[in-house]
């Protein structure tokens, strides 16, 4: 029921209590400024149908600030890996709370929102773009359909401007690789484990099996079955910025696999075991692993990501071969292996992609060279016809 009063300028204003469907507790809306009371009666009569209709009046007064640091924390953090959690939390608190933060949810346009993103994409890739307005638009869709404290989102169907060059993905060519992976098993000067080959034996088993680099750092001895030559992956190690690390499932469901060895891999697996037991011996302070852990740290620990990192780059440099990143290794392995002539649903089962499509998109390059040498070989088969 609404009530009015009359203030001293002489303008009315109407006064609304309700019961908010939210929480269970009493609200009350008003709104000032109107000239007669007639006015204020049948403003106050829409908002009570709105509220009738919808279970809500549709203000949108809330704070972006005051509405994200509710809607991280009800409907991000118990539902998301704490990863996950991390990455969104910070895209909001670098990205959309300075620009947005002072803003009642109500105020935010669609034409400023695009305009928004556009300045973004100035400044950050396409990806990176896309995964703040994923974040943003999720919250807004929410404080329409779960909070019910907007109408509509400002931010749906909002076209994200793309890369004027598609993405090159980086790999070795064959020889890039012999080259890197000898000068990786040769001692590096200055080392002070030198008699250890775990690095060689790392970057050999992720340029043959294509894992990324958070799954072989997580593989334990008795992930590796020995007799059947085959990996179980089923785990990733991730180590937040300024965190302790600590082990999480895969990216998808297609990430828990079986990945077969070839016997070259095997035999580097095989050589790292004896040579582990044998590290242990030489340096007093290099302690075997409570975890069975393949790849540590000289204390036990779980391998620091960016350790593997920098050990990668001084090999590419001292091997002669483009510098780049160990995951660098995954796409060489599925290159390869799709130019050696391997089925693609092979290829995108044993890296543990989403789909297909993924891998296919992925590898564009490769796969269209496929594409035209298959047709090729069917033009001279079907050349006499």
């Known amino acids: 029921m609404a009530s009015f009063r009359k203030h001293p300028n002489g303008t009315w204003e109407y006064r609304i209590r309700y019961k908010d469907i939210r929480t269970g507790k009493y609200k009350e809306k008003s709104k000032r400024g109107f000239k007669t009371k007639k006015e204020a009666q049948l403003a106050a009569a829409r908002a009570e149908t709105e509220l009738s209709y919808f279970g809500f009046i549709e203000d949108g007064e809330e704070k972006v600030g005051k509405y994200f640091e509710e809607w991280l924390e009800t409907y991000k953090k118990p539902h ?68 019910r404290i907007l109408r509509e989102n400002p931010a749906q169907r909002i076209e994200i401007p793309k890369d004027e060059k598609s993405k090159k993905i980086k790999f070795f060519t064959r020889e890039e690789l012999d080259k890197f992976l000898r000068q990786a098993k040769k001692p590096e000067k200055h080392a002070k484990y030198q008699h250890s080959i775990q690095y060689y034996a790392l970057f050999t088993l992720l340029a043959r099996t294509g894992l990324r680099i958070g799954e072989a750092l997580a593989l334990t001895w008795d992930d590796y079955d020995e007799v059947n030559k085959t990996l179980s992956v089923g785990k990733t190690l991730v180590y937040p910025l300024n965190s302790t690390p600590y082990l999480s499932t895969p990216k998808s469901k297609m990430s828990h696999r079986v990945i077969k060895l070839d016997d070259h891999t095997v035999k580097v697996l095989k050589q790292h075991r004896i040579n582990q037991k044998e590290v242990y011996l030489r340096y007093p302070n290099y302690k075997p692993t409570k975890d069975n852990i393949i790849f540590h740290q000289h204390d036990g620990r779980w391998l620091r990501t960016n350790v593997v990192r920098d050990h990668f780059k001084n090999v590419c440099r001292r091997a002669g071969v483009p510098v780049l990143s160990p995951h660098a290794l995954r796409h060489t392995h599925a290159v390869h292996l799709l130019e050696a002539g391997a089925n693609i649903k092979y290829v995108s089962e044993r890296l543990g992609h989403a789909s297909v499509k993924t891998t296919a998109d992925t590898y564009l390059h490769v796969t269209k060279k496929i594409e035209d040498d298959a047709l090729q070989l069917y033009q001279q088969y079907t050349k006499n016809l």
């Open 80 to 147: 998301v890996k704490p990863i996950t959690y991390s990455v969104q939390e910070r895209n909001v608190r670098l990205n959309i709370l300075p620009r947005w933060g002072k803003y009642q949810l109500k105020d935010i346009t669609r034409n400023e929102y695009k305009k928004w993103i556009n300045e973004l994409r100035e400044h950050y890739s396409e990806g990176t773009v896309r995964r703040i307005h994923s974040i943003m638009s999720s919250a807004l869709n929410d404080a329409v359909h779960e909070f």
